[in-house]
């Protein structure tokens, strides 16, 4: 059997007025993510490592920031159309484990409505992902709550 390890991070800028997209769902706060998409870091980093595991480079590369197609795109779609380039080169998922790193709203309560959504959109089992999430205790950008951050390990197998 052929595995493949992949890791990814993303960062987001919070801003007041704006949404808050973790996971798939829209979590309720006066902050939300500055970007081009819509700021889903969960998301944004388990395809970075979906791509990183197949060797396919990364979000950026396949989705630039600079195309207005992505333009405000729920991440849902990347993470879709992400799975099917790697499902075309003949990969599959074996299992998702990853970590929000948000100081303020707290969210564990969204983790399992967050799982039951990337499952669909992975076409997966919910016991393939894993959501974590956890404070930097007050300190650096998370910490001043003036951003967003996660991290994606992903294995992936390759069909033979």
Known sequence: MNFRIGQGYDVHQLKEGNDLTVGGIKIPHSKGCVAHSDGDVLIHAICDALFGAAALRDIGFHFPDTDNEFKNIDSKILLKKTMDILTKKGYS?????????????????????????????????????????????????VGNEQGISAFASVLIQKQE
């Open 93 to 141: 998922l074996v299992n998702i484990d990853s970590t929000i790193c948000l100081q303020k709203p707290k969210i564990q309560k969204f983790i399992p409505l967050m799982i039951e959504t990337l499952a669909k959109v992975i076409d997966t089992s919910e016991e393939n992902i894993s959501v974590k999430a956890t404070t930097t205790e007050k300190l650096g950008f």
